[in-house]
């Protein structure tokens, strides 16, 4: 292992946010109210030194006023969270799930992870679910993630990895089709990937509805109505079709199932896409042009097309674009998914997800089952699953699953349809969460665990770019805190299993390289060494270069001896399908689940804000951020603001069918004026999630965060 660095040495390590995984130092804080002080670090490639102002101010919650540093138990006398000693924490939890599998079952306890934790935690709670509680009733929020990104690319390639290419390719490419993501507020330093792109003479084309700070550096910006990207990629391929631009070597070489897919596209007139989309059709002409023209081309999507009932076609219209144009599999271009949270590759490949075994194995494929089983020292006809999906998950609390163990997630805010969701989670009988601090949801809570936080414990995660990474130790947690790992370790001991959840993160991670040896994921020629030594292996990475089960392509890093190098750069020769070919998956448009009518003749669409991560939970505690984005609003086109009689800061109603957000109003001409737009990131009146709609994706389970139909009303104002 890398040898601890002296006191006096900034620990290199990486942000706990977003799926960038941007590098940084951290050293003992000058300032007597923080622990530890971000210094910059420039050898790591992706951000060269440079953080958004969320990863700036992480330390802050380290020693923040309200992170929590003592378990709390609800006690039936007051009915409140009070201060406990861990033995009683955990016991009650032990007794709590176990009271209810006796009483109901094995899969009448739930388990829900998080994208954040750790490849060892999202691997440890796998196992913990399926050998220690034996149930099928595991998901977590990376499902709401890039989930329908993930099926997309696992039907064309035969492999999901977020980007197939590290980032350093992007300013090489000729043309970036940028999909749904503002990545100037979601990952800031990223945005030089773009900036280098066009110094370097490459087109940027974003689609979204709202001019973004992204958008605002296009070439080409495409303002799609709120779910139809589907309709608009499909329209794009008939021009290129109808223009003759299609790369047909390619094709011919390199996919299967082109006639179909191309006969499904050739229904999209343009002129009905323009219908459909609102994008006019010189604007789809050129936007063809610029991406057929470039030599080398990429689509990037982000939760923009994917966060849809519809997304995992979304995604793959897009795929079949790059298909056809010719620009997949070959140096600097493909396509790729901008991952968002911080381990939102790594946690879904070891065993959180509910159809999943670590290394990115099904969990119905019978050989992965007795592969892991193996490492696991089980029987494989004793594994469960798989269960339901994450919405599907949250939504049968109360029903047949009476009991939750949730470890990092927040749900009460990020869920869709949060509102019922929450009543869903205050219905059961037990519910114990693992937190930093007391989310909206960590309050609901029969007992709440206090863990660590990133700088004071160490484990990888593995960045949007598939490049696994180590996460260092740079201080001591504060009394009373512990890891997720010694969590599952007391509690699987508490429920009869002394053995097989070590609290050593290297010891779980060895353990994974195992069980996901031979996978698609296979990490078995990562250690923590390499990573220290590499800045990052890129998976796959068996472990020598003779054991290729799992490698899907030769790349351009050279092997040392028997070492393989890691894998930046996938399908240049071949995809990871049987048969080596990229498959053109056939599609159509279809509606969103909810289109506007009278009663709500209004599109709503959600997002970020660059001061605010996911629920809010650790950035709405740091005062920096919460100057910077003290609250939710709407925003709305002046034309709908007027038509409204609306001015800048009334406060609004935004009903749906599932329940009303208040929060003020915000007038830009950067937005459609037949849609709205509410950041997600606060509970209470403003909690956009109140509002979204939960129809799902058939094949990803994918809710709709996108787009729902909501009509406005202004409150009284104060
Ligand atoms: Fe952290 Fe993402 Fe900001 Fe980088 S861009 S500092 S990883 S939140």
Sequence with gaps: APSPAPPSTPT??????????CGMNLRPAAQVSDVVEVVERTDFPVNRGALCGKGRTAPAVLSSRVRLTEPLVRRPATGRLEPATWEEALSKIAEGLGRTQEAYGRDAVGVF???????????????????????????????????????????????????????????????????????????????????ELKENGGKLIVVDPRRTRTAEQADLHLAPRPGTDLALALGLLHIVVAEGRTDDAFIRDRTTGWEEARSAAMGHWPELVERLTGVPLPQLR???????????????????PEQQSKGTDTVGAWINLCLATGH???????????????NGQGGREHGQKADQLPGYRKLTDPAAREHVAGVWGVDPDSLPGPGRSAYELLDALGGDIKSLLLMGSNPVVSAPRAAHIEERLRSLDFLAVADVVLSETAALADVVLP?????????????????????????????GVRTDL?????????????????????????????????????????????????????????????????????????ATGDVHPGTPRLFLDRFATEDGRARFVPVVHRPAAEE???????????????????????????????????????ELHPRLAQRLDVSEGDRLAVVSRRGRAVAPARITDS????????????????????????ALDPTSRMPEFKVCAVRVEREPQD
């Design 113 to 195: 992870g998080g994208g954040g934790l750790t490849n060892e935690k999202a691997y440890a709670l796998g196992k913990f679910a399926r050998v220690v509680l034996s149930t099928s009733q595991i998901d977590y929020n990376g499902r709401f993630c890039m989930s329908s990104a993930a099926a997309a690319h696992q039907k064309a390639f035969g492999l999901d990895r977020g980007l197939p290419f590290p980032l350093e390719d992007i300013p090489r490419t000729g043309c970036v089709i940028l999909v749904g993501s503002n990545l100037a507020e979601t990952m800031p330093p990223a945005l030089r990937y773009l900036t």
């Design 328 to 342: 997949a599999g070959r140096p600097h271009s493909g396509y790729g998914c901008l991952t968002g949270q911080g």
């Design 286 to 304: 050129d936007a063809v042009r610029m991406f057929c023209d470039a030599g080398t081309g990429m689509v990037l999507t982000a939760r923009g």
């Design 486 to 558: 010694e969590v599952m370790h007391a509690l699987a001991a508490l429920l009869g299993h002394e053995k097989g959840f070590p609290v050593d993160p290297e010891e779980v991670f060895d353990e994974l390289r195992r069980a996901s040896a031979g996978g698609p994921a296979d990490y078995s020629g990562i250690s923590y060494r390499r990573i220290a030594e590499e800045d990052g292996v890129f998976w796959p990475c068996p472990e020598t270069t003779t054991d290729t089960a799992a490698a899907t392509d030769t790349d351009t890093a050279t």
């Design 451 to 479: 863990v660590t936080q990133w700088a004071e414990e160490t484990g990888t995660t593995t960045n949007l770019e598939g490049r696994v990474l180590l996460r260092r130790k740079a201080i001591d947690p504060p009394p």
């Design 671 to 694: 937005i459609r004026s037949d849609t709205i737009f509410m950041p997600f990131h606060w509970p209470g009146e403003g909690r956009a999630n109140t509002l979204t709609n939960p």
């Design 12 to 21: 290199p390590t990486h942000c706990p946010y977003c799926a960038l995984q």
């Design 596 to 634: 506007p009518d009278a009663e709500y003749p209004l599109l709503l669409t959600t997002g970020r804000v660059v001061a605010q991560y996911q629920s809010g939970a650790q950035t709405r505690r740091v005062d920096e951020l919460n100057a910077a984005a003290p609250g939710p609003f709407v």
